[in-house]
């Protein structure tokens, strides 16, 4: 994929990315894009920041559920 040709699309799978949404080749491509290209990697910094004061005011879930 040519990363630098599509922002808008990095940018949705990034949040995906974050979101823990994204799952088998599409999460191990995204994360090949990510080492390959820096853009990709701090768009995908830059969700992962957006999510963590939702994470933290989500109570911790028990073992197993």
């Given amino acids: 994929m040519n990363w ?6 990095v940018d949705r799978l990034a949040a995906e990315y974050a979101l823990g949404t994204m799952t088998g080749g599409a999460r191990r491509r995204f994360e090949a894009g ?3 290209h820096p853009d990709v990697a701090r768009a ?3 969700w992962s ?6 994470a933290a005011s989500l109570p911790d879930a028990a073992a197993g559920e």
């Avoid at 630098?4 to 699309?9: G, H, I, S, T």
């Avoid at 920041?49 to 939702?54: D, G, I, N, T, V």
Wanted: aromatic content about 6%.
């Fill in 4 to 9: 630098q040709r599509r922002p808008d699309l």
């Fill in 34 to 36: 990510m080492q390959a």
């Fill in 44 to 46: 995908a910094a830059r």
């Fill in 49 to 54: 920041e957006q999510f963590l004061p939702l």
